[in-house]
């Protein structure tokens, strides 16, 4: 790692939780937690390890064969997988050749790399995911600099990932519609994050500031796959502040007509990973001098103080977000099927008794059933995030956020169950959020 300082506790990925090579311990704990699926991703530079594909030299096939056993195991246990081919791991030449994500070339061999996912391990998949959480990619990683690669190009940098990315997205979900659809019959989507942003008065204006914020948390990719386009307050907030930044065209970069047809439509279900809610104000213009995504989207972001917090600082508690969040998707982007790709408490204390995280999950999937039940949302699917803990990118290993605790300081990577995951075993078990079902 060239720089640890970005790591809170200054730790590295390389073992992390060994489930390369415990992955049959890991499956059955998944099976004794009752779980339908779990959501794993493949790591671009294992199959092609210098991102390029050309023929079957450049296949590592090492790779290949943990990944077909793996989802062969998985399928054979009645486990679905539920398979993300990008998860923030773009293999190191791509970034060195051209600039990584800044560079259309991504989207050109991303989509060869699904192309080649497919062939090989779709007999075995039916639910894809293309890319795990765009935003994070786009303005931590081009934008504001804070994960890999660590790009510092704040209000620039973010939108031209931001483009790439999607064309990445739309390219490899036209070849699985066009080429293996038929005969995998499977789904593939991009899975989008978001906090609730939730107003912080009733004013007009920090309602509009709440809606705002989701647009371009949420809308910034949302948008272009349901509707060909970026949001229009997101295209005239940037053009808005690069018109006044002496810019003759703005920082969000436009797409042309084939690039909209291109993009629109690729979805096969609406996805969310939601952890926690902000509250949103209206505030004053930021100076035109300072150039970065949060100036452009314009709130006041804050945390509640009297709702209860996880871990981190941003982890602000309020389940009926999450109720509220299921609601904006169905309203903006129509009445899809949807699917909760995460949702899990992160603390740090790691404790085995973890009656905070049993609340969480609980409190969240009423939330589930009230949208279900009472608000006709389409919600289809949900997945706890994490069967374990894992080493969680600035937060490194103290990020505790599994339902089953990991020593790491022990060579076996000990796992230890919690008290929540004998509450999810039964959740998904008795299909029922108390101990007494009727």
Known sequence: MTRPEMIIDRSTPE???????????????????????????????????????????????????????????MNKLGIEPMVTLYHWDLPQQLQDDFGGWLSPKAADLFAEYARLCYKLFGDEIRWWITINEPKQVCEAGYGGGAFAPGIFKPGEGNYICAKNVLLAHAKAYRIYDEEFRATNKGKVAMVIDTPWFEPGSQRPADVAAAERARLFMYGLYGHPIYYGDWPKIVKDRVALRSRAEGLKVSRLPEFTPKEKKLIKGTNDYLTINYYATHMANATGEAPFHRRSFYDDMNINEWINPAWPKGGPGWFSIWPMGLRKVLNWLKETYGDHEIVITENGLSDNTGAIQDPHRIKYIRDHLSACLDAIYEDNVRLVGYMAWSFMDDWEWTGGYGSRIGMYYVDYNSPNRTRTRKASALYFREVCKNRCLVENCV
């Open 15 to 73: 073992v992390a939780c060994d489930s390369y090579h415990k992955w049959r311990e890991d499956l059955a704990i998944i099976k004794g937690l009752n779980s339908q699926f779990y959501r794993l991703s493949i790591a671009w530079a294992r199959i092609l390890p210098t991102g390029y594909y050309n023929g079957t030299k450049s296949i590592n096939q090492e790779g290949v064969r943990y990944y077909k056993t793996l989802l062969r195991a």
